[in-house]
């Protein structure tokens, strides 16, 4: 959503990303998947995977506070809505770009474009 992303795609592989036990209840972990560094989230009962670096400054995100279904980014607390990507509390106002989640077996698998050229 932070970027012209057609997430639908034909070419836009289900990536298998890790077991579902790597991102716990609570937890905003990196992975580098198809060019692009995305974050895994486990908030409010569900996992979501949004773009890695703050829209604002480029902060990481990953170890990032969650608060119900929101990311806190650390450096000037920049909220985003993780269902949604949008951003819900400035400095930040460009929205983070999302990508579609399936669980598998026990394992996260994430819908992710190339990167942009
Ligand atoms: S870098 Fe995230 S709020 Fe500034």
Not at 42 to 49: L, R, S
Not at 67 to 87: K, P, S, Y
């Amino acid at each position: 959503m932070g970027e012209d992303v057609d997430t639908t795609a034909p070419e836009a592989p289900w990536l298998d990303l890790c077991g579902q036990d790597e991102v716990p209840e609570g937890s905003a972990v990196g992975f580098a998947a198809n060019g692009r560094e995305l974050l895994l989230c486990n908030a409010d009962g569900e996992v979501w995977a949004v773009a890695e670096r703050c829209t604002h400054a480029a902060w990481s995100l990953a170890g990032s506070e969650l608060v119900g279904c929101e990311i806190v980014c650390a450096l000037h607390g920049a909220r985003f809505d993780l269902r949604t990507g949008e951003a819900t509390a400035r400095p930040a106002s460009k929205p983070l770009a999302t990508y579609p989640v399936r669980i598998e077996n026990g394992r996260i698998r994430v819908r992710v474009p190339p990167p942009p050229r």
